[in-house]
């Protein structure tokens, strides 16, 4: 990992924010994950390495930020900068430029990572037992091929270990032999003056709120897409359409990872790049998508049936002098077992920059609102879907999601030292609907919860910190208490103490 990439992860979500945490799931090692800076900090301190698109700002273009040339999706990455050996510093600079041809026009660029973790939870999920012990790693190793300036292909594998205590059965996302994370073909040109290009196969789609779409850095094994991504960007415009099914992981050899045709993801995704002198000195973006997801057994309650939903939203994101915000709105519409689907999301998260220089201090809040209602009934089902978004951001111990939810979260983000970022925030939480159940981060509901009366969800106190060792080297630590409010409580749950803490190595 890297303390690029670090500020990345935290730039990360400077792209996708969201709030100080907003980072928490994008960029590299973890770093994304909870990124070491808020999310202002795009990296506009440090000028990223030749960047892969040209005209629309590449940090932009829904690919992820790239920092000092790193990303959390390393094929977006490009070291042609390292084509001249005076730039090397070490023998792993040596691997992102390794010429096969004598013109240099045909070239790989190897990448790879080595995260060791451990979690600690106190009553896993939230009832009370034995606290519950993971010991994770990680093992990424990836080449992206370059066939010309015209044609890439893109491979990684991955290894994801756990063991511990108390740990119940382990999702394949985290205990997994080795599995194809990502692969896939890439051709791309310029049409018409636009850089446009298809991308075909195995692969990772961050583009819009990170609450919606994310890799979920998070996890062991971050969550691909296998499917058909086409983009054309000019220089203040772009549009990327997209076809997708989703990946269902096995828990041994390169086998067992197959597509899950039963979940197909498909829409679109305009961007517009605002006029940077409209509000003084700013740069900010309109996102407007709309996306579809068509599940064949989608769990509501107790009823399993298909559902087809529709999101149509807006996220606009960005900074005006010393505030950053990241907002996003979206309806979702639909059908679901014959029931008309209406609900809605709200995302709105601002920091405000207290200085100038690159390691000033942020406060920030951001409020969140998911619509809930009709999983356990008959008429409009309410609740709204979190997609696949960032799985930590209401809460490290996954205990929360955006559905049938309302949050308001206060954070302070400040650098004691320079290459250690500290974020605290403290989250209030409700749920719109005392008739449907409290949420966790994979969608499924606490059960028992909607059977009670109480709006109070629970307060989340939460402390992070991220040190840049070295330009690849990085520490995250982590630390959660979640009090559990009457939703909870009279459900029979109870509270709950998380902490984490890993060392993450990227080249």
Known sequence: MMIRPFMLGTAFCALVPTSAFAAVDAAAADIAQVSAAAPGDRGEARAPATLIAEGYPANASGDGVTNNGYNLSRWAEDWRVYRDPAKRDDFLDSLKYVPITADGNIYATFSGELRLRMNLTTNPGLRKAEAQRQDINRIVGGVDLHLGPNLRVFGEVGHAGIDGQNLGTPAANLRNDFAVQQLFVEARGNIAGLDSGIRVGRQEFIDGSNLLTSARDNNTLRFVLNGVRAYARGKV???????????????????????????????????????????????????????????????????????????????????????????????????????????WQAFIAQTYKLGTSATAPRIGVHLDYGSGGGSYGTGKLKVASGLFGNNIYYSYGLFLTPQNFMGVAPNFTFNPIKPLRVTAEYQFAWRPSETDGVYRANGSAFAGTETVRGKEVGQVARLQAVWAITPRLSFTGRLEHLKAGDAFTRAGYRNSMFGAGWISFRF
């Open 237 to 343: 415009a772009r549009v990327d359409l997209f076809d997708f099914t989703y990946t269902r992981y096995g828990t041994e050899g390169l086998g067992d990872d197959p597509r899950d045709k039963d979940r197909r993801f498909s829409g679109a995704v305009v961007g517009y790049a605002v006029p940077t002198d409209l509000f003084g000195k700013s740069k900010l973006y309109l996102d407007p998508f709309v996306y579809r997801l068509r599940t064949r057994e989608q769990v509501w309650g107790p009823t399993t049936a298909r559902e087809e939903r529709m999101f149509a939203g807006v996220h606009a994101w960005g900074d005006v002098g010393p505030v950053t915000i990241d907002w996003t709105v979206n309806h979702q519409f639909g059908t679901y077992d014959g029931r008309d689907i209406d609900a």
